[in-house]
């Protein structure tokens, strides 16, 4: 596959972004490839599109897969593993966001939720301490339980809500 210099200069910006948040520069740019490529490509072809190893690609390929960010693609006539990525901007968002909620947001909000526990029964832990980590823990299990509704809600629903922007806050206060 050949990137032209717009393809080129979104695929190494994703990696730069991909770095920011956490995941391996590689990985995002295989990620934005697959995003603009038109048809499935196989390890090989990423490889050398990207002038990264082989392995370096089947490792990224193995991790985009565990995020819900690639598949595996058959062809026709090829035995050889494709590999693609969702196309809808949206359903890419709503896969990021909860794996990140499972791999972050709920372990640290069973964390809390053991140390509250324990903070009770613990003499040493002050009081300033234990309402800390319950305040915390509150407000955790606040954001958790948001996203837990917002997910139920149509996405045309969601789309309205996010284009209203501080409007609903100001709905929400009373009109101030």
């Known amino acids: 596959m050949?990137?032209?210099?717009?393809?080129?200069?979104?695929v190494v910006h994703w990696g730069e972004m991909g770095a920011r948040w956490g995941v391996?520069?590689?990985?995002?740019q295989i990620?934005?490839?697959l995003y603009?490529?038109?048809?499935?490509?196989?390890?090989?072809?990423?490889?050398?599109?990207l002038s990264i190893a082989?392995?370096?690609v089947s490792t990224s390929l193995r991790e985009l897969q565990g995020w819900g960010l690639a598949q595996i693609a058959h062809v026709l006539g090829d035995r050889r593993d494709h590999f693609e990525t969702r196309k809808d901007v949206w359903e890419l968002v709503t896969t990021i966001i909860e794996e990140r909620k499972k791999r972050e947001l709920d372990p640290t909000i069973a964390l809390?939720?053991?140390c509250v526990r324990e903070?009770?029964?613990?003499?040493?832990?002050?009081?300033?301490?234990?309402?800390?980590l319950e305040q915390?823990?509150?407000?955790?299990?606040?954001?958790?339980?948001?996203?837990a509704e917002l997910r139920t809600l149509p996405r045309q629903t969601l789309l309205r809500m996010m284009k209203l922007g501080a409007k609903v806050a100001r709905f929400v206060s009373g009109g101030s």
């Open 136 to 147: 915390m823990l509150a407000s955790v299990e606040l954001m958790s339980g948001w996203y």
């Open 119 to 132: 903070a009770e029964d613990d003499p040493n832990t002050t009081r300033d301490v234990k309402g800390r």
């Open 112 to 114: 809390l939720r053991q």
């Open 31 to 33: 990620h934005a490839l």
């Open 24 to 28: 391996n520069r590689s990985v995002a």
């Open 54 to 56: 082989r392995s370096n």
């Open 36 to 49: 603009l490529s038109p048809a499935p490509l196989t390890a090989d072809e990423i490889a050398e599109t």
């Open 2 to 10: 050949k990137l032209t210099p717009v393809m080129e200069k979104f």
